[in-house]
């Protein structure tokens, strides 16, 4: 499976990242992060639209703001999402709903297991 960690310079990023180092059957298929410079040839790149390369599912730990154009660009390229950016706006949380349309999208603010144990113990 290749996967594109949006969001890799992170502290997010790269724990999901040594994890998909870990695991057999999984390859990072480009690293995205404002705090990289493009280098198509290493697969790291500043922004998503900058991307071109095939992938199975794009894994977001980056900045709210980014969500729209991340979900868009998910969505023209028909690219399953993991979207896991904390603070999204009401537009920006719009534009993921619009992208979940016409792909798959997991979306949660928090992907902690202490807060997804404490909401479900609260139902």
């Known amino acids: 499976m290749r996967i594109i960690i ?3 310079g992170g502290r997010m990023g790269q724990a999901v990242l040594r994890k998909i180092q870990e695991r057999p059957g999984l390859e990072a298929a480009a690293l995205v992060s404002m705090e990289f410079e493009t280098d ?34 998910c969505a023209s ?31 949660s603010a928090n992907m902690s297991l202490g807060i997804a144990l404490l909401k479900k113990l609260a139902k």
């Open 40 to 73: 198509a040839a290493a697969g790291r790149y500043q922004s998503i639209g900058e991307c071109d390369v095939p992938a199975d599912v794009v894994i977001d730990f980056s900045h709210h703001t980014a969500a729209p154009v991340l979900a868009s660009w």
């Open 77 to 107: 390229r028909n690219i399953p999402a993991v979207i896991a950016t904390t603070g999204l706006t009401e537009e920006e949380r719009g534009a993921v709903e619009d992208a979940a349309k016409k792909i798959p999208v997991f979306y």
């Open 6 to 8: 949006n969001g890799a």
